[in-house]
């Protein structure tokens, strides 16, 4: 079983819409998660971390983190052509300090 | 700028040649890494330095060996190149929180092995 799962995609999404990316993650005491950014021919940018159960937000962005179901999600709002990127989800396994272990990452295009 | 800095951007070479990446960061962060990317986006660690110190060596060829002269630096020497070595390698470089690493990437060295 893959650490860190992703749905590959495509995903699309029309200008406007919620775009939402789901990450699931195999080591159940994983404690840190993150979101990250990448553009086609360009690296990683880090757009979202979270820690705890439940919401947090920064601007159009949402991450999600159910603990007890092992989930974590990104939900894009009011998504524009700019966000059309591969986001990566990335975890913090459990005794592997320092080391995030990545998921293969979603494709989004947001269609004008 | 502050940022973490990688040459070369482009490597192209022969099967068998030996290479180097060098990868700087002046964000004064302790830990830095090395990531390969292959063609399916998979970004996966290779090695990890925390202030000079090896901490993270996950199962890659010997023929690749990490050298750290100061927790600036981190670069990424290849001997015997492979055709499989042909990936995107991405320099990072974190400082060790609590709640754990969020790494800052380099733009990326894309090697082509031919």
């Known amino acids: 079983q893959k650490e860190v799962e992703q749905n590959s995609g495509p995903l699309s999404v029309p200008e406007g819409a919620i775009a939402s990316l789901n990450c699931t993650y195999s080591?159940?005491?994983?404690?840190?998660f993150f979101w990250y950014r990448q553009y086609s021919g360009k690296s990683p940018e880090l757009i979202m971390s979270?820690?705890?159960?439940g919401d947090k937000e920064d601007g159009r962005f949402t991450a999600q983190l159910n603990k007890a179901s092992q989930y974590v999600s990104l939900l894009i709002r009011d998504s524009q052509p700019s966000d059309s990127a591969t986001y990566l989800c990335?975890?913090?396994?459990?005794?592997?300090?320092?080391?995030?272990?990545f998921g293969s990452g979603t494709q989004l295009t947001v269609l004008p | 700028d502050t940022a973490v800095s990688q040459t070369p951007k482009y490597l192209v070479t022969q099967m068998g040649n030996d290479k180097s990446i060098k990868c700087e960061q002046n964000l004064g962060h302790d830990t830095m890494y090395w990531y390969k990317q292959d063609s399916k986006k998979f970004l996966k660690i290779m090695f990890s330095y925390n202030n000079k110190e090896l901490i993270i060596n996950e199962t890659v060829p010997n023929r690749f060996s990490p050298k750290s002269p100061d927790k600036a630096h981190l670069n990424l020497h290849i001997n015997s190149l492979e055709l499989g070595d042909s990936a995107v390698y991405f320099c990072a470089s974190s400082h060790g929180l609590a709640g754990g690493p969020a790494a800052f990437f380099g733009p990326g060295t894309r090697l082509t092995v031919l």
């Open positions: 979270i820690y705890s159960n």
């Open positions: 080591d159940r005491v994983s404690q840190s």
């Open positions: 990335a975890v913090n396994i459990s005794g592997s300090a320092r080391q995030l272990t």
